[in-house]
């Protein structure tokens, strides 16, 4: 066998096993999903069995995790659809006619991603608590807002500027007016990077577990903190409890999936490319 | 040309035919409000003496920092803020790296595996804390205990006796992909003819890594290693659903500290000067993060 | 009509002056190329005539007409960009009818516009395709039918032929000469590269550091260039230039030491010369030739041999090398030593600031 062969093959063996081992966890509790509990909880644990469909059927028919899996889809989608429409101009304003303050204003905005969100808890909740908005999907959706649009921003500014300035230079001599020039070209050319912008924030704002876990109780409890109320659950519903969990991440890894590469880019703040 | 470049814009820089700032003022006006409004608070708070169970409110300047500074709770919580922060650092360099170098060889299977590699990042935190503390960790249930008792080396009670090493494992398995995921796309962009130019200068594989290879990752390892710090430095649904910061104060951090005194103590004032320790905290990294981006976006 | 008049025309960024103080004028149909070297302000003084640029001093009339403040749909204009600029999600068709759509051409007239300007080009096949299934000499052209559509008043070019291979580009003149014959409009075109302005200008603008160092056709900057600058950007083989002193002064011109000794005459108007100034001769490669009563003496230190044409490296002292253009069939080798020869009519002198000194006699006739 050719050396070259014989190393991939070694490789693939390295590959796999890293990638076996890491992702067991996920493996296992996707097993579990398809146990019955008595299997889930079983000694010794039992790697083949006869899968059924019963956990995820009876998470489906409890009304409240629909509602939470709602909430969860509800903050994230706005909180992102709000995030991108307020970023959208200030991005093109700062692509495409930028200043000598552009750099500070782009690095400030993103120092203000850095700051613990346990400095503001404190008056955040007490503000939240006299506006009645504790509990509501609206408080989650602004502070995820305010939590997402500097990387938001920063991520569709990126992109922006990466559609050659004289591709609406051309536009421009061909008689189009600025706002023409950004539906016409710049969003149809800047849209695959506007997607993974989208993906990105649904992704921050969906696993996101300390605003959600200490703003809410009830009603707008979203799947983060559904899923932490089960800290300490009795072996009898392990089953159940990772069939939602599983549905609840297996739309967000999923998503993580399609936008890699683009990740890179929005969580280094540009840094790495 | 860079002054070509920088003033080729649309409009005249003089913004005669676009004005920026109400193109701008959207984003950064309610961030501005975000950025100094609760926090100038919080500063207020630090310095009363306030607690929701307590009806007088009074102003007691820094009384509550230097309660903080001698309270051994605090001493423990950054120690244990720390260990948990350079810990799982260290686990995602050293890991990171490796499988970085590893994902960037040809093999069969290589996109599916490097999917799995990535995927613990993407997963909620709740859910990773409940995947390690049941179905894992679990001293009766759990999988290691199941595999520890086969080979009659005992049980261990991972949340009893480790408690801040569980939660670490568990942050560290979700943020070594992470490192593994940005170490790797910077990989994939060193030049291959410099490589190359290596290899026909007899380069092995291990000098290739120290010669090439990490001098290159250097300022990628750089920066995933600030922005882990400024992410590690807020862990809490992890401590939270697993030990509740217990045993005692073993596995708390100062986030959940903090978490504690405000909410579950409703010691306001307390909570606030705690809040104030963890944003000088952060700011110290987040200078060197911002320098470090700041080059980049050159 | 389609005249273009600059006056007096400067653009600062800041306080750095890009273009010092432009004069210029192209008259209807004619085809006036802005050449110099890198960095020199030809793109910015292109822009600028579009109106992507802001003018921070002087005017630009189109038709007598100031468009100073005109955006640059409204001044008759359209460009091709270097990197054609064409809009990536676009097919050829729409590309090429952006501008009509935008104005609110109704389609059908939009499509027999298109067409027929992509017969021109001969694009007709290719209107459905996007930019991205095209080779780039395709692209180029989908950027000149981009211009043709709109039917403007002055074309203007930014360095179309930079991004093409060397073969194409040879290829694309020739077609931009033929295309400009069919199109008679008036052209404003920018390159680098003094081929290029050679063969296809009616005109050339010589631009350096933002200054205008000389305007005229292509022959007359070649026969008479106005000063050193000029004389080492037009032509190819670059002119050579070797540090001469002058000896004596006449009616008959300046008599000027070479280097190795001999003495030549030029006949320039020796008005301002006086013994000793120290000047610069030039002399182009085919006015030098190999012969053994040659004034300049000298080493040859590479020969390339181009099969019609022979170019000789010869170095006449330490500091002056020469290059003499030879038949393809000379039997000269490297280490040769060789005697040059050089008529003194074909002769160019220069003072020490660059200027050059006029040739008496008059100038030679224009062709």
Known sequence: MRPRTKRKIRMTFLGWAAALVVAFPIFWMTLAAFKTEIVAVSTPPQLFFSPTLQNFAEVQSRGDYLIFAGNSIVISASATLIAILLALPAAYAMAFHPTNRTKDLLLWMLSTKMMPAVGVLIPIYLIYKGLHLLDTVYGLIIIYILMNLPIVAWMIYSFFREVPKEILEAARMDGARPLQQVTLLLVPLALPGIASTALLSIILCWNEAFWSINLTATQARPLTAFIASFSSPEGLFWAKLSAASLLAIAPIVIFGFMTQRQLVRGLTFGAVK | ?298 | MAHVQLTNVKKSFGALEIIKGVDLEVKDREFVVIVGPSGCGKSTLLRMIAGLEEITAGDVLIDGVRVNDVPPDARGLAMVFQSYALYPHMSVADNMGFALRLAGVPRQERGAKVLAAAKILQLDPLLERKPGQLSGGQRQRVAIGRAIVRSPKVFLFDEPLSNLDAALRVQMRVELAKLRRDLKATVIYVTHDQVEAMTMADRIVVLNQGRVEQVGSPLELYRQPVNRFVAGFIGSPTMNFVDVTATAVSDQGAAVQLPGGAVMTIPVASANVSVGDKLTLGARAEHLKVAPSGPLRGQVLVVERLGGLTYLYVQLTPADLVIVQAEGDLSVKVRDVVAVALEPRSAHLFRSDGAAISLLGGQPPAT
């Open chain 2, 1 to 298: 040309m860079a002054n070509v470049a920088q003033s080729g814009t649309l409009a005249s820089r003089r913004g005669r035919e676009v004005k920026t700032a109400p193109l701008i003022a959207p984003a950064v006006v309610p961030l501005i409000f975000w950025a100094f409004v609760p926090l100038l608070v919080t500063l207020w708070f630090s310095l009363l003496h306030y607690n929701l169970l307590d009806p007088v409110t009074r102003f007691v300047g820094f009384d509550n920092y230097s309660y903080l500074l001698t309270d051994p709770s605090l001493l423990d919580a950054l120690w244990n803020t720390l260990a948990l922060v350079v810990g799982v650092l260290a686990a995602s360099i050293v890991f990171g790296c490796l499988f970085a170098v590893l994902f960037d060889q040809d093999f069969y299977g290589r996109s599916v595996a490097r999917l799995l590699i990535i995927a613990p990042f993407f997963v909620m935190p709740t859910v990773s804390a409940l995947i390690w503390k049941n179905l894992l960790m679990h001293p009766v249930n759990g999988l290691i205990a199941y595999i520890t008792r086969s080979l009659h080396l005992g049980v261990i009670d991972w949340f009893g006796a480790w408690p801040l090493t569980s939660v670490g494992v568990i942050v560290a398995w979700q943020w070594v992909p992470f490192a593994t995921l940005i170490l790797l796309t910077a990989i994939q962009s060193l030049d291959r003819e410099q490589v190359e130019a290596a290899r026909m200068d007899g380069a092995k594989p291990v000098s290739m890594f120290f010669f090439i290879v990490l001098p290159h990752l250097a300022r990628p390892i750089t920066v995933v290693i600030m922005i882990e710090t400024i992410f590690l430095l807020s862990v809490f649904a992890e401590i939270l659903v697993t030990t509740n910061g217990g045993p005692g104060d073993a596995s708390t951090n100062l986030t959940y500290l903090v978490y504690k005194t405000a909410l579950l103590d409703f010691d306001v004032g307390g909570g606030s000067a705690g809040g104030i320790v963890a944003v000088i905290l952060a700011n110290v990294v987040a200078i060197f993060l911002l320098r470090t981006v700041a080059r980049s976006l050159d």
